[in-house]
């Protein structure tokens, strides 16, 4: 019987909703110490002194770290560019100055929270302020300071596409659209904000307790700013309380590592816990880049779409962290999965004082999308062709060669995905085209108020599985079998992280299903860096993709082994997919993804002109997610991006002025409620196999964020008249598109 395609109970289940679970906040060791991080809390300044004094005086502290106790003073998921501590005494360059309001200072640690509290707040630092850039255009000026000084530039990455012949495809354009777009940052508010324990193993190693989403990246990163090697520090994954990509880069596990090693060369032997609280957590991981898009699109008014022209400007705040892989991303889904013989990008990312941008469900996907498929709608109103026909004849389709020389990967199915979910929103195609019935989807009851306005919206688009972009991707895998005659247990070593999407248990399912093994027959060894190789991070919608091809392939070599008689029968696999390839710097001709997921999405709202509010009622997600190994997770997924993404697109509103955040609580920085969710969301899963997903899956997790803003925006439109080409859509917002205020 195949585990496939069964919602198997989630193996974490049980131990959640009784409570037993322990996440990093939870865990408690003997002895332990308790630890604050002093913020810098100011956009821009260089550090002329730290007077540690009267923090180190004062009862039951432990001791005081700054910049002079880090050996390697440095960090960066891609580039080494952010100090781990701010201040003087670091050998590195410029390692004295803050870049935003969240660069960490001080690491106190002390017999209580309360104590480290305490000394944090008698730290003395002396400042120099330097001037504080928030916008991208000022940063880009030629007079503007450099926010790190070693660089000619503050903007620190651009792309640029080059297909066709711009001025010929305009002049056969009989429409042409112009638009600018904005697209906010959001805070990833997920459920526990960052905690953890660090201390010294019984082998000595330095290991840290913590709540991430790439252990293995997370051991390089201590390992180098502590000097060490790899193998003298160890990362364990306790239970995740979500992540969303927040966790993709350092917060707190470098300076607890650094604190527990520190404190055992002292001689002092004791855990390190700190737990921030929601305020700190706000300024002290990277958000969702802020973007602005410009765009100019034209059609025949056959609605064939000639030629496409995108410039994008992200803000990265201070440090590059994912920025370039977020605005390669971006690049491409600006354009959208059209066949456009014509197209011209220019992106480019830009340092600011702003809280630093990173990666966040959809990575850049969403705000490109934003533009490319506003577009859509938009030149399909102007032409007076519905926006599915619209899509449909210039959707690309398996094999297509796009704007930047290569097609999609095989097995393409985004103009079946537009299709199907198209039909389910009430789409019909009939010999004059596609067109839409309104009394089919969705049925509601009529409007009693004459100020609340319906409408429905159509987007769609494709999501990357994987890094991409020629990044050297790879996973690895370790099954053991056990037994005599017959395999009476199967252990499975993988190191990927369980944010709360439920991958532990597909892995379980996709273990047992290789070995033919009933579930309860394969025990898991999961997320330590002593026990597992590396699986790669959980982003990026790759984490089931790239895991199930390394389970298939170390079960495979484990069951030839236990076929020639070892015992146990011991294999490793690592998994490496197809290679990709970064831009072109001169044409942006790139072939960058291994595989791909596809969506389409109908949002209907009602639209209140009296007070501006939006509310969403019905959203159809049509997805493709290759093979559905556990039906109930994938619908989670998809109900909880869907959610995610209206909070982004209606109601988040993450304010910062002059450098500082000031929405630092979910008291001001509001996200969705069970009042605030759309009243119903039907999940479509498609399954087209993927040529080279194991078992023809491929990733899920982020594919319903992609087009959810346009089509909310389509559906405002349609309610209203009138085009809301930056969000979120606060009261305010709508009225003053309305013309009310």
């Known amino acids: 019987m195949s585990h496939l395609g069964k919602s198997a109970l989630r193996i974490d289940a049980r131990g959640k909703v009784t409570g037993q679970t322990l996440y990093p906040g939870d865990i408690n060791r003997p002895q332990q110490a308790h630890a604050k991080v002093l913020f810098a809390n100011r956009p821009h300044a260089r550090i002329l002194s730290i007077d540690t004094s009267q923090a180190e005086a004062l009862p039951g502290v432990l001791a005081v770290f700054t910049a002079k106790d880090v050996p390697v003073n440095e960090y960066g998921l891609i580039y080494h560019d952010q100090p781990v501590l701010c201040g003087p005494g670091s050998d590195k360059p410029h390692a004295d100055r803050v870049r935003y309001v969240g660069d960490q200072v001080a690491f106190i640690v002390a017999e209580t929270e309360a104590i480290a509290a305490r000394a944090r707040d008698l730290i003395r630092v002396e400042y120099e302020d330097l001037p504080v850039i928030t916008d991208v255009f000022a940063a880009e000026a030629p007079d ?43 805070e990833h508010a997920y459920l526990a904000p960052e905690s953890g324990l660090a201390y010294m193993d019984e082998e000595g190693r330095v290991t840290v307790e913590v709540a991430g989403q790439w252990a293995h990246e997370e051991r390089l990163a201590v390992a180098h700013a502590l000097g060490l090697p790899e193998e003298q520090v160890r990362i364990i994954h306790p239970a995740i309380g979500g992540a969303f990509g927040g966790r993709e880069d350092m917060s707190i596990q470098i300076v607890l590592g650094l604190a527990a090693w520190r404190l055992a060369q002292r001689g002092i032997h004791r855990p390190v816990k700190i737990i921030w609280s929601r305020a700190e957590s706000m300024i002290g991981h990277h958000k969702r880049h802020a973007y602005l898009l410009r765009a100019k699109w034209g059609a025949t008014r056959e609605g064939k779409i000639v030629a496409a022209q995108c410039e994008l400007v992200a803000d990265g705040g201070p440090y590059i962290y994912t920025s370039t892989k977020v605005l390669a991303n971006a690049t491409l889904m600006c354009i959208g999965p059209y066949l456009i013989p014509n197209v011209q990008v220019d992106a480019r990312a830009v340092f600011t004082n702003n809280v630093p941008g990173g990666a966040f469900r959809g990575f850049g996907g969403p705000q490109g999308a934003f533009a490319a498929e506003t ?9 007076g062709i519905d926006p599915v026909e619209l899509r449909m004849r210039n959707i690309a389709r398996d094999g297509d060669v796009l704007f930047f020389k290569s097609p999609l990967p095989k097995g393409s199915s985004m103009d079946k995905v537009v299709e199907q979910g198209a039909q389910a929103a009430g789409w019909s195609q009939t010999a004059d085209g596609w067109g839409r019935d309104a009394a089919t989807w969705p049925q509601l009851p009529p409007v009693a108020r004459p100020h609340i306005k319906r409408g429905v919206g159509f987007a769609s688009g494709f999501k990357n599985v994987g890094f991409s972009f020629g990044f050297p991707e790879r996973s690895w895998a370790t099954v053991e079998l056990h037994g005599d005659a017959q395999i009476e247990r199967a252990v499975l070593r993988q190191a990927g992280s369980d944010v709360g999407q439920g991958a532990h248990t597909v892995f379980q399912q996709m273990a047992a299903e290789a070995l033919g093994l009933p579930l309860e027959k394969v025990e898991l060894v999961l997320a330590d860096t002593a026990e597992t190789g590396d699986s790669g991070s959980a982003s990026a919608s790759r984490l089931t993709f790239m895991a199930g091809n390394a389970i298939r392939g170390a079960a495979e070599l484990a069951l030839q082994k236990w076929a020639d008689e070892e015992r146990p029968a011991i294999a490793q696999y690592k998994y490496v997919p197809p290679a990709t390839t970064a831009f072109d710097p001169e044409t942006g001709a790139t072939d960058p993804n291994f595989a791909c997921g596809y969506v389409s999405e109908a949002v209907a709202v009602e639209v209140d002109t009296e007070t501006g509010h939006v509310h969403i009622t019905d959203v159809l997600c049509a997805d493709d997610v290759g093979r559905a190994v556990n039906p ?69 997790a982020e594919m319903p964020y992609i087009p959810f ?10 309610a209203t008249g009138v085009w809301m080409d930056r969000f979120p859509l606060t009261p305010e917002r709508v009225l003053a598109a309305l013309g009310k205020l």
């Open 632 to 700: 109930q997770q994938i619908v989670g997924q998809i109900e909880g991006a869907v959610v995610q993404a209206a909070g982004y697109t209606v109601l988040e509103n993450f304010v910062q002025q002059d450098g500082y955040v000031k929405t630092q609580f979910l008291s001001n920085y509001l996200i969705p409620t069970v009042l605030d969710v759309p009243d119903r969301v039907e999940s479509l899963i498609l399954e087209y196999p993927d040529p080279v997903g194991p078992w023809g899956l491929r990733g899920v």
């Open 709 to 718: 803003a346009p089509a909310v925006v389509a559906a405002i439109h349609d």
């Open 144 to 186: 503007a300071v450099h926010i790190h000084p070693e660089k000619d530039s503050n903007t620190f990455i651009e792309y640029r596409v080059r297909h066709g012949d711009m001025e010929a495809g305009f002049a056969e354009a009989d429409v042409i659209i112009e638009g600018e777009y904005h697209t906010p940052v959001q």
């Open 375 to 383: 577009q859509v709608n938009k030149l399909a109103e102007a032409l």
